[in-house]
């Protein structure tokens, strides 16, 4: 599906109709948590390539693909259930009074909190539904890895195709992906080297993923397991995503890093072989696109000019600014809506040193942890930490502190919890392996 929707999107319906049948049986008959999952995770392969343009069928799709299959399993199981397991609240305690928070603080202030419903609250109280019905204990991890390592081969064989830029300008710039052409959408390195999108058309995303596999593959005891690696690893500077990336250095220090480092004949010549290809790499991306990889690479340095965080910068003090009127918060979704009366002066855009455009944006994006700051105030935003770190740090291992942290600077300057149902499978995933005994009690003891 991946491969006809870049390359032949005209003939997807012929490919989607059949893997939505054979979704639901598995869905309806065999109760298949794992199913859902990768239907939300496959959902932009979907619904703007079955109809493009169709603002109906687009939503119908939505619905069939991210909502309902859901909410048939919660059905399903509350419908067997004689006896609730209590018990499972305490262990997402913090998350469920988090939970109450937003929905009491959005009916209080309801102009806005429309448009955090679909992407923030549901997801949140899906993931919930699901562990309290122990729904995340049934999902197959091994055939997750295969959707993984299947889907990431595509991505890297599409991504080097000779027409990849192409393909990927066109099916957003006509609308074969949303329901809205996105002709101007930011989708290159410095306008020159193309971003891998992936399967789910968001580098972002795709690049998270990337660390969704490699905890599969730790969890699992499969970390040595070198292809999958590598196309994790492939995968994810293929998008040029920074946090993912920091994400990625740091999963990979939590995983690999020894104890004690204890130098042997195989690691040294692991590392020269590793060192040649990394000199090799730089030398080719230096001669042919030395001026973006350099620009690019200085954009991890938080003292540049054009830094990662310097380019929230507008959005950080803006939503600074109106925290510190109303420490109590302003309403949910009212820095990140378009109809708030906002006017953020964010830079210029310069070409040879001569300013050619003013940037102005309408309401806050990426610059989470100010914007939630500003939107529900320092009550709402204490228990969406306590929250977090509920959910990722709940087996208190170095892996799982090495992820948190990487979540935690990247929500600087992204908005990661505003990513639907990307965000509840992200967590459902984690959550699931992380409290997983019969996993953990065959990991190596890593402690923090």
Same mark, same amino acid.
């Given at each position: 599906m991946i491969l006809v929707v870049f390359k032949k999107p005209e003939f997807a319906p012929f490919i989607i109709i059949p893997i939505l049948l054979i979704s639901y049986y598995k869905i309806l008959i065999?109760?298949?948590?794992?199913?859902?999952?990768?239907?939300?995770?496959?959902?932009?392969?979907?619904?703007?390539?079955?109809?493009?343009?169709?603002?109906?069928?687009?939503?119908?799709?939505?619905?069939?693909?991210?909502?309902?299959?859901?909410?048939?399993?919660?059905?399903?199981?509350?419908?067997?259930?004689?006896?609730?397991?209590?018990?499972?609240?305490?262990?997402?305690?913090?998350?469920?009074?988090?939970?109450?928070?937003?929905?009491?603080?959005?009916?209080?202030l309801p102009r806005y909190t429309k448009v955090v419903i679909a992407p923030e609250i549901i997801p949140l109280i @899906? =993931?919930? !539904? %699901?562990?309290?019905?122990?729904?995340?204990?049934?999902?197959?991890?091994?055939?997750?890895? $295969?959707?993984?390592?299947?889907?990431?081969?595509?991505?890297?064989?599409?991504?080097?195709?000779?027409?990849?830029a192409h393909e990927m300008k066109y099916l957003f710039a006509e609308g074969l992906i949303f329901k809205e052409e996105l002709p101007f959408i930011s989708l290159f390195v410095k306008r020159i080297i193309p971003r891998n999108t992936g399967f789910v058309f968001d580098f972002r995303i795709m690049g998270q993923l990337g660390s969704l596999y490699l905890l599969l593959l730790y969890y699992l005891g499969k970390?040595?397991?070198?292809?999958?690696?590598?196309?994790?690893?492939?995968?994810?500077?293929?998008?040029?995503?920074?946090?993912?990336?920091?994400?990625?250095?740091?999963?990979?220090?939590?995983?690999?890093?020894?104890?004690?480092?204890?130098?042997?004949?195989?690691?040294?010549?692991?590392?020269?072989? @590793? =060192?040649? !290809? %990394?000199?090799?790499?730089?030398?080719?991306?230096?001669?042919?696109?030395?001026?973006?990889? $350099?620009?690019?690479?200085?954009?991890?340095?938080?003292?540049?000019e054009n830094s990662a965080i310097s380019q929230r910068g507008g959005f950080i003090t803006y939503s600074m600014d109106y925290f510190y009127k109303n420490p109590l918060g302003n309403g949910l979704g009212f820095m990140s809506s378009n109809d708030a009366g906002h006017e953020i002066f964010t830079g210029y855009t310069r070409h040879n040193g001569r300013i050619i455009f003013t940037n102005y944006y309408y309401k806050v994006t990426d610059a989470y942890l100010a914007m939630s700051l500003a939107e529900k105030g320092i009550i709402g935003f204490v228990l969406f930490v306590l929250s977090l770190v509920e959910i990722f740090y709940s087996n208190k291992n170095r892996v799982s502190l090495f992820f948190l942290i990487g979540l935690i600077l990247n929500l600087i300057g992204t908005d990661i919890p505003k990513q639907g149902f990307y965000y509840f499978t992200l967590i459902l995933i984690y959550y699931s392996l992380s409290q997983n005994k019969d996993l953990s009690a065959n990991l190596p003891k890593i402690s923090t």
């Open positions: 065999q109760r298949d948590i794992t199913t859902v999952i990768i239907l939300m995770l496959s959902s932009r392969l979907i619904m703007g390539p079955f109809n493009p343009g169709s603002n109906l069928t687009f939503n119908i799709l939505n619905l069939i693909c991210n909502y309902v299959p859901a909410l048939i399993i919660v059905i399903y199981s509350y419908l067997g259930i004689t006896k609730f397991d209590f018990n499972r609240l305490k262990s997402l305690k913090w998350t469920v009074v988090y939970i109450i928070f937003l929905l009491g603080f959005g009916f209080m @899906l =993931f919930f !539904l %699901l562990v309290f019905i122990k729904a995340e204990q049934k999902i197959e991890y091994e055939y997750l890895l $295969k959707f993984f390592r299947y889907t990431f081969i595509a991505c890297i064989i599409i991504y080097l195709s000779p027409l990849f970390k040595n397991n070198y292809i999958d690696l590598f196309l994790l690893v492939t995968i994810t500077i293929m998008t040029f995503s920074r946090g993912p990336i920091m994400i990625m250095l740091l999963l990979l220090l939590g995983v690999y890093a020894p104890q004690k480092i204890k130098v042997t004949k195989k690691g040294m010549n692991i590392s020269f072989v @590793l =060192f040649v !290809l %990394l000199i090799s790499l730089s030398i080719y991306l230096f001669n042919n696109k030395g001026d973006v990889i $350099k620009k690019y690479v200085a954009t991890y340095n938080p003292f540049s």
